[in-house]
């Protein structure tokens, strides 16, 4: 009897496989941490063939856990990190290992290209704000700096899309990925104009076929069957990008509450429900994104910042190494057993912490390349305790600046991500951004989200609306309310965190010429 579903999310930092019964339950999932490298000068790697095989792995040690699991497998769906650039040639073989989204290297090129007029055409076909991380600019700075790697390939992926390819022999990619990144949300296909602007119309023949996983399908080859321990013709989906597979198993698609949806990882992103094309709402800025989601002339506009939980990482680390170095040895478990306890002895907004931490800047709701993180306002009376509580809350500001670029704040989030599991981040966030906090019992949002693109395309759901009834709406918790009096402090609050980073933007951009010479 067939009755598992597989999602596959192959993550900036870790890649994961979970079986799923046909009502949405996990049976079981497995993980490995993922791998890449940064370089001198912005770059951030990936090792294409050991993405694969890590990938195959995880499915493999799923069979362990799962009885039975190759002949009870109804279909397989696979997402991943977006952006980036991962190339293959004409015989499927990597070029070079893929560039990620934490890759700057293209920072250059996105400031011509965000300087002239015909980038507003460009912003309004994708719904989408131009950044280094995506394949556009990066496309573009191989061809002025890589022209020979370039020249071998024959098709322009992105990590899911590699994956799938493995998983099927099929070259594709899905209509979220597609759209932002060099079409036209309103029609979900390729837009000339788009890539007349990114300068790479020459390079159309690399872009891959856009499928829809809700209605297209491909069958798991012989060879990945053999690597997988699964079943050779077992029916493989190619899903949406990963942020848009999350919103969904989190819950963004309620069209009756529209409530926005944070996922707090290793970046943040912040998104709204547009049920129509006028939905939409560009802002005068020209950043964000616009994701087509698995459901007719539906849209996840979409705004986030670099780096989230990035930053605590950080600020931990100074007090586990300050420790390491008297001989202490503290896990990163141990240091965020704390946090609750410094944020607790701290006092609301004493500080403003900058989030900006990544070397890749920022890229919503603005984008600058130099963008640094730093804290204003610190006086001999602060400690460390106020230095975490000021990053806690500087994610949450840096959440509200995303909402606040897309419309009107909203009066509910669906909170996942990692750091959703911090009762002082979810009180922070709600506080400064003035909205109910809602969490879901699912651990793994992003391949759920995958499976219910499969569970529609093999005839499980009529629609999706129906498969979120099931899979989604029964996994939510009960709203916790704001808090109001720290609400009010966060509110008076809020225009010096803006008006901070405004003016910070020539030190950071004279700091970065002070670097180059």
Partial sequence: MRDVLIGIDAGTSVIKSVAFDTAGRQLAATALPNRYETLPGGGA?????????????????????????ASRTIAIAVTGQGDGTWLIDKEGEPVAKGWLWLDARAAAIVEEIRARPDDRLRFEKTGSG???????PQLAFMKRNAPDMLGKAATAFHCKDWLYFNLTGERATDPSEGTFTFGDFRTRGYCDDVLEVLGVADLRHLLPPIVDGTRHSAGLSATAAEGTGLLSGTPVVLAYVDVACTALGAGLLDRERKPGCS???STGMHMRLAQTPDEVLLNEAATGYTMTMPTPGVFAQMQSNMAATLNIDWVLSLASGILASQGITRTNGEMIALVDQWISVSEPASLLYQP?????????????ANARAGFVGISSRHGYADMVRAVFEGLAFASRDCYAAMGPLPSEIRLTGGAARSPALRKILGAVVGADIRTSQREEAGAAGAAMIAAVCVGQYRSMDECVGEWVTPLLGAAEPRDRKLA????????????AHEALRPVWRSMA???AK
């Fill in 263 to 265: 996922i707090i990882g």
């Fill in 45 to 69: 790697e990936q090792d294409l063939a050991r993405t694969w095989a890590d990938t195959a792995t995880t499915l493999r040690q799923l069979a362990d856990k799962v009885p039975d699991l």
């Fill in 513 to 515: 010429a002070s670097r």
């Fill in 130 to 136: 131009l950044a280094a991380c995506q394949q556009g």
């Fill in 356 to 368: 900006y931490v990544s070397e890749a800047g920022e890229r919503g709701p603005f984008v600058d």
């Fill in 488 to 499: 009010a402090i966060y509110e008076r609050v809020a225009p010096s965190y803006t008006l």
